[in-house]
């Protein structure tokens, strides 16, 4: 076995730093193998890793929520407290609402998962919810620094953690665009209601 490269990220997700292995004249028995790419295990994993990208940024969103609104009702500009304002109240209300769509959808998608027997209805339910949930905790990470001002920007805040870890959730297990195309092909060949239905 040989370590190929070992790829640096922004922020290190992975205790074993992710590396790329190369194994030659390795014999492994068909128990014990990953499946190659385009087997059918190799489609469930993706699926799980992209239902866990979901899930993952709807609890990045929920923290980033709880801190921009703690931080609105504590400070103070012009004798009012910033929460009182439309410009900043108004951004968190539209987080808590997307919030709450990405969290439906991710258990709408988990619940396909485990009960649907068509797979490629599931690939598109759970292709909705990494869209979705990645793109809405983006935007939340987004308001959430901007209503906390220099201090969330500072690398000391949780908020400027999230604002920077979160963008490769619309990367890696698929960006957005390769989950619009997942999405589009199934309602161009099936319809819409397939991915409507909770059966």
Known sequence: MEIVRTPRFLHDPYLDHHPELQFRDCRVPDANRIPASGDAGAKEWILVERLFIAARCCGAAHRLLDLASDWAQQREAFGSRIADYQGVSFPLADSLTELLAARLLTYHAAHAFDT????????????????YASE???????????????????????????FRELRVD?????????????IAGGLFKRGAAPYLGWE
């Open 116 to 131: 649907l027997a068509d797979r490629k209805i599931v690939h598109g339910k759970i292709s909705m919810a990494k869209l």
């Open 136 to 162: 809405m905790a983006g935007g939340v990470a987004d308001r959430a620094l901007q209503v906390m001002g220099g201090r969330g920007y500072m690398v000391e805040n949780a908020a400027a953690r999230f």
């Open 170 to 182: 619309r990367i890696w297990e698929g960006t957005s665009e390769i989950q619009r195309r997942i």
